[in-house]
């Protein structure tokens, strides 16, 4: 049973019933069916807070809570993100598209994003991104836009006099200086600067394009410094 806490007072009373003395009669019936189940039940709400409330029966509450596991929100445990994201491209390659992969920026996107609506929102993320890739990567202009937006409002902070805008923009960073003061090293090829970085070509390229690296601008430095 999903959600149990959002059930009505009247529906508690006929689900103690069944707990306590495992007998119901259907809707229209007029038989006493006996059952012998048990029950799994969850709730992203405090059931003890909703009893000390008075919006879940006390009674109730003990017979459901026999054995409790506690599940943290996903985001809280950003390290399932990427193993979470391969089974739902994995589960709905047949109905949203063709079994597609996920680019660096957009993976980071989405295990940056706080997700309010916990796995089910990630999993309708992933569906939509499925549906509006047209090849087989998923970028972050495929993302829905609220996670854009939390991309763009990483927090700042100030190392010394260097403004940074926390830990994965720090990296972005990094990489793309490092990449670009190799290009310029190597007169803009990519085959020769992928060699000497230790970087698959085909890799470096898609750095390139992630990072928004101006190729065009780093092949005119280069052909003004053999003039």
Not at 71 to 97: C, K, M, Q, T, W
Not at 98 to 105: E, L, M, Q, R, Y
Not at 131 to 138: K, R, S, T, W, Y
Request: glycine share 6%; no cysteine.
């Amino acid at each position: 049973m999903d959600e149990v806490g959002e059930i009505s007072p009247s529906i508690q009373v006929k689900l103690l019933r069944v707990l306590q003395d495992r007998e119901f009669e259907r809707v229209g019936g007029n038989h006493t069916l006996r059952v012998d189940v048990r029950f799994i039940s969850a709730t992203h709400r405090d059931l003890r807070q909703e009893v000390a409330g008075g919006r879940f029966r006390e009674d109730l509450f003990y017979r459901l809570n026999v054995i409790s596991i506690s599940v943290p929100p996903l985001r809280e445990r950003a390290s399932d993100i990427p193993e979470l994201v391969r089974y739902f491209i994995h589960r709905n390659h047949g109905s949203a598209g063709g079994p597609k992969t996920v680019s660096t920026a957009a993976l980071e996107a989405l295990i940056s994003y706080p997700w309010p609506g916990n796995v089910r929102e990630l999993e309708n993320a992933i569906i939509r991104a499925m549906a509006l890739a047209p090849g087989d990567m998923i970028d972050l202009e495929h993302l829905p836009q609220e996670i854009l937006t939390m991309e763009n409002r990483e927090p700042s902070v100030t190392i010394g006099a260097v403004p940074l805008r926390g830990l994965r923009e720090a990296r972005r960073q990094f990489e793309r200086h490092f990449i670009e003061a190799a290009l310029r090293r190597y007169a803009a090829n990519i085959s020769r600067t992928a060699r000497e970085i230790r970087i698959a070509r085909r890799n470096l390229q898609e750095k390139i394009r992630q990072l928004g690296i101006n190729m065009e601008k780093l092949r005119r430095e280069s052909l003004g410094r053999m003039k």
